[in-house]
């Protein structure tokens, strides 16, 4: 009795496979130089890196980022710049699995001065002194040591204040994928935290804490 021989599936055609998986394997190198990169990656370096133009980067991390959505990476985005990192609900399981102490609450006044930065970034010393009330500088220094705020370039104005916003290590304290991920302000802080960068603000001289009541926005 013949014994029919086992019916195997068809091979892919190459060049349909190819035709099919291009934006596929696009997504697949992205997420490789990602991994590898020993920094956050600039999404014009990606392309070049990939002899692609920076849109098509833009839709192949738009793509990662969903199909990452449920493991145990995310894609992080900070102005033009991307980078792979944990997932926050991991955070607990990492700090025990490191030994490491990922969890240092930070004050009361470095966690106003924070949110400040994050919501009016870029902004300079004296601007956050008038919002505030009183004197930043011992507060963004343990900011800047923490690399949860970064030097971001100078006014142009008298003097060159420094300007300074949030960075990548910002967004993993909090456990967000991007600056659009912050909370809205409540209309009325909003407003009170304007009208105080505009009335009271000075570039050429520091505030005393006596020139007006400080504002929480916590």
Do not use: W
Request: with cysteine; net charge negative.
């Amino acid at each position: 009795m013949d014994v029919a021989p086992e019916t195997q599936p068809p091979l892919p055609d190459p060049i349909a496979a190819e035709v099919m998986s291009e934006e596929d394997h696009l997504v697949m190198l992205v997420e490789s130089l990602l991994f590898v990169a020993s920094e956050p990656a600039a999404i014009r370096r990606l392309a070049q890196a990939l002899d692609v133009t920076p849109r098509r980067v833009e839709k192949a991390l738009d793509r990662l980022e969903q199909e990452l959505h449920r493991r145990g990476i995310r894609l992080q985005r900070h102005n033009d710049a991307v980078q792979l990192v944990t997932a926050p609900e991991a955070s607990d399981v990492i700090e025990t699995y490191l030994g490491l102490d990922l969890t240092t609450r930070l004050s009361r006044a470095a966690l106003e001065t924070l949110a400040i930065i994050a919501y009016r970034q870029p902004i300079t010393r004296p601007q956050l002194e008038a919002i505030r009330g009183v004197s930043c500088d011992g507060v963004l220094r343990t900011l800047l040591n923490r690399g949860l705020v970064e030097e971001v370039g100078r006014l142009e104005q008298a003097g060159r204040p420094i300007l300074y916003g949030t960075t990548f290590a910002f967004l993993q304290y909090f456990g967000l994928a991007s600056l659009d991920e912050l909370p809205p302000l409540e209309e009325d802080i909003a407003a009170a935290l304007e009208a105080r960068a505009e009335g009271e603000e000075s570039e050429r001289s520091t505030p005393s804490a006596s020139d007006g009541n400080p504002i929480s926005i916590m």
